[in-house]
């Protein structure tokens, strides 16, 4: 009890929001020393425990307590942990009843992913302000480019602490932001005074930035890399900067080039708007082949449900519902129905779904893998908008 009270304390939460969070500034993003050189201004957004937040914020009685997101039971798995029970060691993808073991008091509620996209499609309406190069990394997660400084508001740290005021004001809710040249760096730049911070990463401070940080905290670097790593004498950026290209190349192959850039600050992939993206859904593959039509009925409305998750992340519409499926032997079906409007809900991307599958079965030997996607996207792209009358 006392060890709730203190944390109840130490983050003060206030309607899913801790309010008690000093932000820190590395720099703002001024004109660089060299005038002459190309510079992206990049944000990356990260809502604060995400899952975890939107709960506390329509719960009173979960507010400054350690609370899961997730199925509780022995198979359960924690999807999102809030602050007081990250204190705990509670994290995301962890087993239930190991969460439970290291927080006793810990709290679950159940996912409502309605919920969740709603707020992300909030959150994307605020973006859309500052600019159209969005990519969504997942519900809570963004890169944007806003070199365009599209409101006039005269930096890259205005822009996001705009952003972040906007959605705290439009929520209830925090999120943190990085703000740099690249995307490599603004990712490292939110996770840096989160919660609810801004840090901002300038070109000139960007490779004594990446030196100072551990390689685990890398976009890219899993537990795995970093074992390796560690086993390599790697552990900071600065310790990766001091090996040379070939040694990368000798111990991590392909992604040795992407290791050498990001150890000097380097990275030059652009954001990527889903909407430019030719076609979008989701497929699976299964442990073991499906014959059973109940068994493919039920994968194919996860894979429905996955692919609709990413439709509504990147507003993408689309005519043309594809199913691909592949046979036991490898084989491999793709199956397309087109429609004369967009396919605007789920019940109609899903349903088409199961037409298309209906229409193969039964599969001999079963089948391996269930993909479906939406494109002929831009295609249905509402008209733009009339000009504004005298
Ligand atoms: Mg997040």
Redesign the pocket.
């Known amino acids: 009890m006392r060890r709730r009270h203190r944390l109840c304390k130490r983050f003060r939460h206030v309607g899913g929001v801790a309010r008690d969070r000093i932000e820190c500034y590395v720099d703002d993003l001024p004109t660089p020393p060299r005038p002459d050189a190309p510079q992206r201004k990049i944000i990356h957004v ?5 899952y975890a937040s939107v709960e506390q914020r329509d719960d009173p009685a979960l507010r400054g307590r350690p609370l899961a997101v997730g199925g509780s039971s022995g198979r359960g798995v924690v999807a ?1 942990a809030s602050y007081e029970a990250r204190a705990f060691g509670v994290r995301s993808a962890m087993p239930s009843g190991r969460a439970i073991r290291l927080c006793p008091d810990l709290l679950f509620a159940k996912p409502r992913f309605d919920v969740y996209r709603a707020v992300s499609q909030q959150v994307r309406a605020i973006f859309a302000l500052h600019t159209d190069l969005i990519e969504p990394l ?1 519900l ?2 963004a890169y944007l480019d806003v070199t365009d400084d599209r409101l006039g508001l005269g930096s890259a740290r205005a822009a996001a602490e705009d952003i972040r005021a906007r959605i705290r004001s439009e929520t209830g809710l925090t ?2 932001a990085g703000v740099s040249y690249n995307k490599f760096i603004a990712k490292l730049a939110s996770d840096h005074n989160k919660p609810d911070g801004l840090c901002v990463v300038p070109p000139w401070k960007g490779a004594a930035f990446v030196a100072a940080l551990p390689v685990s905290r890398f976009h890219g670097v899993g537990p795995v890399t970093a074992a390796k790593m560690e086993r390599l004498g790697i552990r900071t950026g600065a310790d990766l900067r001091d090996r040379d290209l070939a040694f990368l190349q000798a111990h991590f192959g392909s992604y040795a080039e992407y290791l050498y850039g990001a150890a000097r600050g380097l990275d030059d992939r652009p954001v990527r708007s889903e909407r430019t993206a030719k076609s979008i859904g989701a497929e699976r593959t299964f442990d073991t082949n499906l014959s059973d039509p109940g068994d493919l009925a039920a994968a194919l409305e996860r894979v429905a449900d996955a692919a609709w998750e990413r439709i509504e992340r990147g507003a993408a519409v689309g005519r043309t519902v594809t199913l691909k499926l592949r046979r036991a032997d490898f084989h491999t079906i793709t199956r397309a129905r087109s429609f004369n409007a967009p396919v605007a809900e789920r019940e109609t991307f899903a349903a088409t779904g199961h037409q298309l599958l209906a229409a193969q079965l039964p599969v001999p030997g079963g089948v391996r893998l269930l993909g479906l996607t939406l494109s002929g996207l831009g295609a249905g792209k509402p008209d733009p908008q009339p000009p504004l009358p005298f």
């Open positions: 990260d809502m604060d425990a995400f999102a997942s809570d997660e999120a943190s």
